[in-house]
């Protein structure tokens, strides 16, 4: 199985640069994932990681180190609009044999950015 | 393009009644995944199904089962259901379950039992 932690709640001020981070504990791995879910709607895809290093994808970059089990989602040039939870999501090859891929996620971070 | 679509959007039902809900991936994707999200807590996942056949489950009781049909959409079916059943259920589509393929999410059937 997979446990992952992040922080429960973060708060950050407009124009700021804020980091989430992000810990694994798992029995498999296929890949990192990070979603943005603001309230009442559905998870939408940031990035991905599968490899150990730094992905950058406009403000927005994802930071993996596979033998630590840790990863971060650095977000730059905060928006009021970037207020929602930000859920860390690990797949794994999963327990029904070949070509099964499950993700699991943490309970996400709720980040509230301020003027 | 359409995104994944999911029906209905909400649904209010009794302890012990049973529930079906839909699915429609994204065109040309063939796996579906569906996962139950409590309040305040992240995405837990339930069922992969690829090219209609199940590929994954979750730790969930007998009472959650789903079909995924030759078009690719997908049912997700709870019996007797249970308060602690009330939750948003969200369904995800990819291309195939692997590679650097992300899931899609749709907006999720918001389910209460009452």
């Known amino acids: 199985g997979q446990n992952i932690d992040q922080p429960t709640e973060m708060t950050a001020t407009e124009g700021a640069i804020v980091q989430i981070n992000c810990t694994y504990q798992?029995?498999?791995?296929?890949?990192l994932f990070w979603y943005q879910q603001h309230a009442g709607e559905a998870p939408t895809f940031l990035s991905y990681?599968?490899?150990?290093g730094l992905e950058e994808k406009g403000r927005f970059s994802s930071f993996l180190s596979r033998s630590k089990g840790y990863s971060y989602l650095l977000l730059k040039e905060l928006q009021m609009k970037d207020s929602a939870s930000y859920l860390c999501?690990?797949?794994?090859?999963?327990?029904?044999?070949?070509?099964?891929?499950?993700?699991?996620f943490g309970k996400g971070t709720k980040l509230s950015v301020i003027p | 393009d359409a995104g994944v679509t999911q029906s209905p959007t909400h649904l209010i039902k009794t302890r012990g009644q049973h529930v079906t809900l839909r699915c429609s991936p994204i065109?040309?994707?063939?796996?579906v995944s569906w996962y139950q999200q409590v309040l305040g807590q992240g995405p837990q996942f339930i069922f992969q199904?690829?090219?209609?056949?199940?590929?994954g489950r979750g730790n969930f009781p007998d009472r959650f089962s789903a079909r995924q049909f030759p078009n690719y959409s997908s049912e997700l079916n709870v019996n007797a259901l249970l308060l602690g059943d009330s939750a948003l259920y969200l369904c995800?589509?990819?291309?195939?379950?692997?590679?650097?393929?992300?899931?899609?999410f749709g907006p999720g059937t918001r389910l209460t039992v009452t």
């Open positions: 995800a589509s990819s291309l195939v379950p692997g590679g650097t393929y992300e899931q899609y």
């Open positions: 798992t029995s498999g791995f296929n890949g």
């Open positions: 990681n599968v490899l150990d």
């Open positions: 999501a690990v797949r794994d090859p999963g327990n029904s044999g070949a070509g099964s891929y499950q993700l699991t």
């Open positions: 065109s040309g994707h063939k796996s």
């Open positions: 199904y690829y090219e209609k056949e199940e590929r």
